[in-house]
């Protein structure tokens, strides 16, 4: 395995286009995260995912988010409508359980022109 | 609610030199603590983590101790090198808030030769 892998790396869309992120985690890692970090700050949490269970979505992530985890592996998550403000990294992470770290994903660089 | 506050930077110290960066956390329970470090153009990587109050986590001559009674994760390494040149992250994980993890705001360091 070789760790957390996104696609695309980038992404460039304009304004109003609907846009799809994927994230494959670590094989056995039944949680799986997504982020959002924009330039000179730390990740902000998203949403999250236990096996295929969505548990828990932050303020952040308006009606025209949404993330899905269908069998419990990979994980999509999708913009529609986008807007400048949504430029950013998004980034996703896996992790085995409860108290261990996160294992983090490259991420996909989004731009919306 | 739970949130980590760290050092503004960015840092930049001559080879050889002493790195503290500070970390201080407010959380409702008994966090797992972490430091994570960003290489330019790349993901997250765990840097070390401490799952308990006086526990010492350390990795690559980095070292950070969790300290309850400060509510304080401080990284610290003794000889700095070109190559620790990057961005690092506090970040706080608890059952409480389902085990999302709460990021500070990174700290820039650049160690010049």
């Known amino acids: 395995d070789t760790g957390v892998s996104q696609d695309p790396r980038h992404k460039i869309t304009k304004r109003g286009q609907n846009v799809t992120f994927r994230c494959d985690p670590i094989?056995?890692?039944?949680?799986l995260y997504w982020y959002r970090q924009t330039l000179g700050q730390g990740p902000e949490f998203l949403t999250y995912?236990?096996?295929?269970?969505?548990?828990?979505k932050s303020r952040l992530l308006s009606d025209r988010f949404s993330a899905e985890r269908p069998k419990g592996s990979f994980s999509t998550l999708e913009i529609q409508r986008t807007e400048q403000g949504d430029s950013a990294m998004y980034l996703c992470a896996s992790s085995f359980s409860l108290d261990t770290e996160a294992f983090f994903g490259q991420g996909t660089r989004l731009t919306v022109v | 609610g739970d949130s980590v506050t760290q050092m503004e930077g960015p840092v930049t110290l001559s080879e050889e030199a002493c790195l503290t960066i500070n970390c201080t956390y407010t959380a409702t329970g008994y966090p797992s603590l972490f430091w994570y470090v960003q290489y330019p153009g790349e993901g997250l990587q765990l840097l070390l983590k401490a799952t308990k109050a006086d526990d010492k986590g350390s990795n690559k001559g980095f070292e950070a101790t969790y300290r309850k009674e400060t509510t304080s994760f401080h990284l610290e390494k003794g000889s700095v090198q070109v190559s620790d040149s990057a961005v690092y992250f506090c970040a706080l994980s608890e059952r409480n808030t389902g085990n999302q993890f709460y990021f500070g705001t990174g700290t820039s360091l650049t160690v010049i030769p």
């Open positions: 995912f236990q096996n295929e269970a969505q548990l828990e």
């Open positions: 094989s056995e890692h039944n949680r």
